[in-house]
């Protein structure tokens, strides 16, 4: 971890965005820490957040796209192959495909945010053979959204960034687990209306 805010440090803008755009790619990668530690550099005037903006969030975009060209082009048995290479694996996969499959789009918007499947939901989206235009609308717009959350946030605690960063992370999974009960649930209960109405 350390070795990766050194980069940050002394490579600045470009490291960033190589760091955003392959942590969305799937290497791991800790994105919102790195988000985050960069808001702390804004705070500390070590970056310009003029420019610190348009680097994360073009760095996010760039993975993002790579990320569904390759499933465009490539599908899911490229993923089944060579995904364990990237850590992602068959059960992050089904997970994604779950969310997929209930929030349709919105998935590119929303994954950004849940750890394990923003580095899926764009390659979903091109094996599903979303059109572009629509990737673009939603996967950009969550690109931006998720990018300035963070490094707002470590532009704003300062020198408390990073044990915000991991009570964030904390709060994040937690969020995740009660959303996935709540997804749970509104699939049981369609299935009992389903079959009452079978009756």
Do not use: C
């Amino acid at each position: 971890m350390d070795i990766i805010f050194q980069w940050v440090m002394q490579y600045g803008y470009a490291a960033l965005f190589a760091l955003m755009m392959f942590g969305i790619i799937g290497l791991p990668i800790p994105d919102e820490t790195i988000l985050t530690f960069a808001g702390y550099l804004v705070s500390q005037h070590i970056l310009q957040l003029h420019f610190t903006l348009p680097t994360v969030f073009l760095g996010s975009v760039s993975g993002i796209t790579v990320s569904y060209e390759l499933g465009k082009r490539l599908g899911l048995p490229f993923l089944h192959k060579y995904g364990s290479k990237f850590s992602l694996t068959e059960e992050k996969l089904d997970k994604v495909q779950i969310w997929y499959d209930r929030i349709d789009a919105w998935i590119l918007v929303l994954g950004y945010f849940i750890p394990g499947v923003r580095h899926f939901s764009a390659f979903l989206a091109g094996v599903s053979g979303l059109r572009y235009r629509t990737f673009a609308l939603y996967a950009y717009s969550g690109a931006l959204i998720w990018s300035a959350t963070f490094v707002f946030l470590g532009l704003f605690v300062g020198a408390e960034w990073k044990i915000v960063a991991e009570q964030v992370r904390t709060h994040i999974l937690l969020g995740v687990g009660v959303l996935l009960l709540f997804v749970a649930a509104a699939v049981i209960v369609r299935v009992v209306i389903n079959i009452y109405k079978k009756r």
